[in-house]
């Protein structure tokens, strides 16, 4: 599933897009697909909740569902 999130600011935290993309419940769902190993910024796994994401930047994340793909942009794009 690929989802376009748009961000205000040029970055995003990691934790934060993950529960503004309605992909974690909470902070520490956020945590636990980190530890997990289930998050990827632009391929590569990352276990930083605090991340700074850019623009540009896709976010994927193994869940029970399959793979969600978050494609980070700006609202004027």
Do not use: Y
């Not at 769902?29 to 997990?36: C, T, V």
């Not at 632009?42 to 540009?56: A, I, L, N, P």
């Not at 399959?66 to 004027?76: A, E, I, N, Q, R």
């Amino acid at each position: 599933m690929d989802i376009e999130i748009s961000a205000d600011e040029t970055m995003i935290r990691l934790g934060q897009l993950l529960k503004f993309a309605n992909v974690a419940t909470d902070g520490a769902e956020a945590k636990a697909l980190l530890a997990d190993g289930a998050v990827r910024v632009d391929g590569e796994t990352d276990t930083r909740r605090g991340r700074q994401v850019s623009v540009g930047s896709v976010v994927e994340v193994d869940t029970a569902a399959g793979t969600v793909s978050l494609h980070v942009v700006h609202p004027t794009d």
